[in-house]
């Protein structure tokens, strides 16, 4: 008997495991198609959203004059639009983007769209803002992105870009390109310089016995390996093209933030947004909110967001990036 109890719990234990895998694979399967659907871009009317805010607390504070007052500050607006709509009047306009950085810039994507987008409307009179959250990455990765902000630049149209919480090394690589930076006053702005860091295994594989063969054509195709033997002339090699790498990243410094020491501010070192201020790195301590509330007296504010299809693969990547980035 006791005999048959364990046999039949042992398989309701796999049964019940077997229920579970079924569980998250459907799960998974499921937010894979709806991830697959989501695409396009999203807009929203941030002047309005801080309308109906500001109405849903003065009817919380109005009590039962809260009906009344309501239907009046509805009435006075639709008012208000018709008179703008005859008299064909528009306020500029501050389009909102949005960019969460991680290791490879994967927003950076998104981004592209966002500003084709944005081109293809605006007027002279209108300003772009980036809220930029990025701790860098790649190179090549943040370099393109900074170049879809250089589109702005380049189109005449003024770009701002607040930093909220950080804008380090590639981050600080996007924001430099702005007119005008603005900066919370603890949030994490500079470390420019650049990092090369890799594991090297060829004692351990030599003590085990274990040969590793690597060809290559072209004197330096490969300067440091993860399992062949290292040499002197392939870290120097490397040390040169990191170098390089940080005369790019001072030369970009340079051409769009004249104002800054850039010898001073060079050294890998990051700063909160007060230092960073008396370093001419950014140019005003304020978080993106107290900005927008208020461009929103003068300004018609638009915030855009792509969402662009992306594969089970992409999204699992992205979030092992994410987690090894924090």
């Known amino acids: 008997m006791s005999e048959f109890l364990s046999a039949y719990g042992l398989f309701l234990v796999e049964l019940l495991t077997l229920a579970l895998l079924g569980v998250a694979i459907f799960a998974v399967v499921a937010a894979n198609r709806r991830g697959g659907r989501a695409q396009g871009l999203n807009?929203?009317?941030?002047?309005?959203?801080?309308?109906?805010?500001?109405?849903?607390?003065?009817?919380?504070?109005?009590?039962?004059?809260?009906?009344?007052?309501?239907?009046?500050?509805?009435?006075?607006?639709?008012?208000?639009?018709?008179?703008?709509?005859?008299?064909?009047?528009?306020?500029?306009?501050?389009?909102?983007?949005?960019?969460?950085?991680?290791?490879?810039?994967?927003?950076?994507?998104?981004?592209?769209?966002?500003?084709?987008?944005?081109?293809?409307?605006?007027?002279?009179?209108?300003?772009?803002?980036?809220?930029?959250?990025?701790p860098g990455g790649t190179v090549h990765d943040h370099g393109f992105a900074a170049s879809q902000l250089m589109r702005i630049r380049r189109r005449g149209l003024k770009l701002l870009i607040a930093v909220d919480k950080v804008a380090a090394s590639g981050g600080y690589l996007m924001a430099c390109v702005a007119d005008r930076i603005i900066a919370a006053p603890f949030a994490i702005i500079g470390s420019i310089g650049v990092v090369a860091q890799l594991p090297n295994f060829h004692r351990l594989l030599e003590e085990k016995g274990i040969d590793f063969e690597q060809l290559t054509a072209g004197r330096y195709k490969r300067t440091l390996t993860l399992f062949g033997k290292n040499t002197d002339?392939?870290?120097?090699?490397?040390?040169?093209?990191?170098?390089?790498?940080?005369?790019?990243?001072?030369?970009q410094i340079r051409e769009h933030r004249p104002q800054v020491d850039v010898e001073l501010v060079a050294t890998g070192e990051h700063w909160y947004g007060l230092r960073a201020l008396e370093l001419k790195l950014v140019d005003e301590l304020r978080t993106s909110d107290d900005f927008l509330l208020?461009?929103?007296?003068?300004?018609?504010?638009?915030?855009?967001?792509?969402?662009?299809?992306?594969?089970?693969?992409?999204?699992?990547?992205?979030?092992?990036?994410?987690l090894l980035s924090r």
Not at 50 to 78: I, N, P, Q, Y
Not at 98 to 109: H, N, Q, V
Not at 296 to 312: H, M, P, T
């Open 43 to 134: 807009v929203e009317h941030l002047n309005r959203r801080f309308e109906e805010t500001a109405d849903a607390l003065k009817d919380a504070m109005a009590g039962k004059r809260a009906k009344k007052e309501a239907k009046a500050r509805g009435k006075e607006r639709k008012r208000e639009e018709r008179e703008r709509a005859k008299q064909d009047t528009r306020r500029p306009r501050l389009f909102v983007l949005d960019f969460k950085g991680d290791i490879r810039a994967s927003a950076a994507a998104s981004l592209r769209e966002e500003v084709s987008a944005v081109l293809n409307v605006a007027t002279d009179q209108d300003q772009v803002l980036l809220r930029l959250e990025n």
């Open 233 to 251: 002339e392939g870290r120097e090699k490397l040390r040169e093209e990191i170098e390089d790498v940080h005369a790019l990243f001072k030369g």
């Open 294 to 322: 208020e461009a929103a007296k003068e300004r018609d504010l638009y915030a855009l967001a792509f969402k662009r299809r992306r594969s089970l693969p992409e999204r699992l990547l992205a979030g092992a990036e994410t």
